[in-house]
């Protein structure tokens, strides 16, 4: 009887310290599996930027954008924003923004530094016409400057779409997307190239008009799709060569492509109006119906976004058919 006992003494032990150190096993996968959920959550990215360098974390939660372009680019990733600048005109394709439910940040030169405080963003995202306030929105949080390169629109446009990807993990979808815009790049450009056909790039702007030639922000016309430019000598500046319509009628281009600024900056004055007066009208762009209405929203607002500079190409293939 008392071997008896003793056997199932040892056994009740043996089982005990089998239970025990099965428990502690499974605590301290537990507990690798938690420190490896947090490391997850607070992985950073070192972003190179067109002010610097900036540690971002991965997959933030709260952005602020000051970018209509990368505002479209995240939201064609599916990657929610808190603060958008309301103050002014949101493209009519990203209209949703324009909702309470975001915050209102200001306008695009005129940020709301006090509410971009309140919100407590994770990430800023600002371009060009922020660059001069870099330093007030670093002081708030992680910000960082994406900005386009005129003179090498199309590469550092993907660069740009890069480096958003790399933030939130889209690595994948970025480069799916790309591929497909560079398909229809290589599909116009092969149409346009074909047609041997000169063209002039003006912005009106209440009542002025100025032109862009190749190396501006809108001279992926020429240095990506192909039309040859009407003036190869156009000044380069962000606001564009001030013209007269004498000029325009002197150069006589066989498209005229044109930019209504009014339209999406709050002014009266339309571009039509402006552009087909007596002399344009005796011009062979007018005359074969090559004069060319582009979408402010996508070539003077949001440039430089999946959405944006997709449809940018599918206008200028459409003016041609």
């Known amino acids: 009887m008392k071997k008896y006992l003793f056997s199932l003494l040892l056994l009740i032990i043996t089982f005990g310290l089998v239970a025990c150190g099965g428990t502690g096993s499974s605590d301290k996968s537990s507990g690798n599996s938690s420190d490896k959920e947090a490391g997850k959550k607070n992985e950073t990215v070192m972003i190179k930027h067109a002010l610097g360098e900036t540690e971002v974390?991965?997959?933030?939660?709260?952005?602020?954008?000051?970018?209509?372009?990368?505002?479209?680019?995240?939201?064609?990733?599916g990657i929610e924003v808190i603060g958008v600048p309301q103050s002014g005109k949101i493209p009519p394709y990203l209209e949703k923004y324009a909702d309470s439910k975001y915050e209102n940040v200001g306008s695009l030169v005129e940020p709301d530094f006090e509410k971009i405080a309140e919100i407590g963003p994770d990430l800023i995202i600002t371009s060009g016409r922020q660059a001069e306030q870099y330093d007030e929105f670093k002081k708030i949080a992680p910000t960082i400057n994406i900005q386009l390169d005129a003179k090498n629109y199309v590469d550092s446009f993907k660069e740009n779409v890069q480096i958003i990807a790399q933030i939130f993990d889209k690595e994948d979808f970025v480069k799916d997307e790309l591929a497909k815009i560079d398909d229809q790049i290589a599909k116009v450009n092969k149409e346009v190239t074909a047609l041997n056909k000169n063209a002039l790039i003006v912005l009106v702007n209440e009542g002025k008009v100025s032109a862009f030639g190749p190396g501006s922000r809108f001279g992926l016309?020429?240095?990506?799709?192909?039309?040859?430019?009407?003036?190869?000598?156009?000044?380069?500046?962000?606001?564009?060569?001030?013209?007269?319509?004498?000029?325009?009628v002197e150069k006589n281009p066989d498209y005229l492509f044109v930019i209504d600024r009014t339209a999406v900056v709050g002014g009266e004055s339309s571009a039509k109006e402006v552009i087909e007066n007596d002399l344009v009208k005796n011009m062979t762009a007018y005359k074969d119906g090559h004069i060319v209405y582009l979408d402010p929203n996508y070539w003077y607002l949001?440039?430089?976004?999946?959405?944006?500079?997709?449809?940018?190409?599918?206008?200028?293939e459409d003016s041609i058919k």
Not at 59 to 71: A, E, R, T, Y
Not at 302 to 316: A, D, F, P
């Open 57 to 77: 974390k991965k997959n933030p939660k709260k952005i602020v954008v000051f970018d209509f372009g990368i505002l479209d680019t995240l939201d064609k990733m």
């Open 221 to 248: 016309i020429h240095d990506v799709l192909g039309f040859t430019p009407a003036d190869p000598n156009i000044q380069v500046d962000v606001h564009g060569q001030g013209i007269s319509f004498e000029y325009i």
């Open 302 to 316: 949001s440039g430089g976004g999946l959405v944006s500079v997709s449809e940018m190409i599918s206008e200028i």
